[in-house]
């Protein structure tokens, strides 16, 4: 436990802020429903497929007084997929290198969303009809404290209701409101969506647009399938309205990471009209939708600022009026200024308000072309070539925090750390 102070130091130093969010405690006492939705990327928001509107729904929540969507949200998951996501968001802690954190650390100690706000009286759940062993999920979510997990077995699921991976998006929403409306209020409840999963199967009466046309099976039914989600989403908030729980609640709807890798390069840059897919381009792809809409607020807009999963804890916590004051986290709040400037992806690249840096190139983040950096007009002074790459110092910091997130993870630590002195604990 004896990297804690250095942690801790670096955590206070570099990530945290004293800026107060300017939305603190906006939703104070509400219900958070976080609805994980799987593997939509960004470029499908506000775009067409042979001429149709991919996301009508989502589109217009992008435009809603409500809502706060933000346009350079990246995903910061690897290996373990949804559960990184998940790991990301509860935590505020970056996944593992490899292999997936859930299975490998799920019996650590961790200090998360849930259990934060266990300790402020909300029920905390999952909903996702998949087995509750997928991801080691039953176990990790014992470790962050989430009250309740319901599985597969909660859910009828019947060979009309369900395609690839199980109960279809739909049903699963509609089947879940049961357990909404019965729910111990304020409640924490995420909603883990399963049918917009690789392959991207869907049933002919399920697609309301057409598929699209390229050498990619997989990117060609990505867009019905995203539709399909879209509309899940949909006709989910209707439900919320009709129930009454949607006045009392804030809804977050986030992607989990990407749907199409850079196998589909190819049909990827017919489909976006570029000639190739740069490695700056697969970084922009990284992108994932994030949406909060908080109902009866009217001064939502549309936020450009870099920012990624691992902001989502802090900020959500600040939503609700709780401190974090005392957590260990490596993101910030996406409502103030002073933050931390730059998103890591596990990989060690990263985004910046000016660069992008991957495979050690770093790029104009707005121009995508190479940043030069002036190596032949190099002095011969020590280190001046290194300090004319503006990416290095970032690089250095990401490099910094991953290893410190992992050696938290690696070490146990937060068995060391006494977080109960918060303010809010
Ligand atoms: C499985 C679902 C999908 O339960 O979360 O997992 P993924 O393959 O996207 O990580
Ligand atoms: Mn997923």
Known sequence: GNEIPEIKEYVEEEVKSDEESPLKGIAEDRNVIFISAESIQSFVINNKVNGQVITPFLNSLVNDESTFYFENFYHQTLQGKTSDSEFLVENSLYPLSRGAVFFTHGQNEYHGLSEMLNNQGYFTSVLHANNKSFWNRDQMYDSLEVDHFYGEEAYEVTEENSIGWG????????QSMKYLQTMEQPFYSKFITLTNHFPF?????????????????TLNNFFPAVRYMDEAIEEFFGQLKQSGLYKDSIIVIMGDHYGISENHNKAMSRYLGKDEITPYDHVQLQRVPMFIHIPGYEDGKVISEVTGQIDVKPTLLHLLGISTENDIQFGNDMFIDD??????????????????????????????????????????????TETANPCTPIKKKVEKELGLSDSIIYGDLFRFVDFSNSKNE
């Open 167 to 174: 109960l279809k998006d739909k049903p699963f929403f509609e």
């Open 201 to 217: 199967h869907l049933d002919k009466e399920d697609r309301s647009i057409e598929k699209y046309d390229s050498s990619s099976n």
């Open 339 to 384: 933050r931390k400037g730059y998103i890591a992806l596990r990989n060690g690249d990263f985004i910046s308000d000016k660069y992008i840096s991957t495979g050690g190139i770093c790029y104009n983040r707005k121009t995508g072309e190479p940043v030069e950096t002036d190596e032949e007009t190099d002095t011969g002074v020590q280190d001046e």
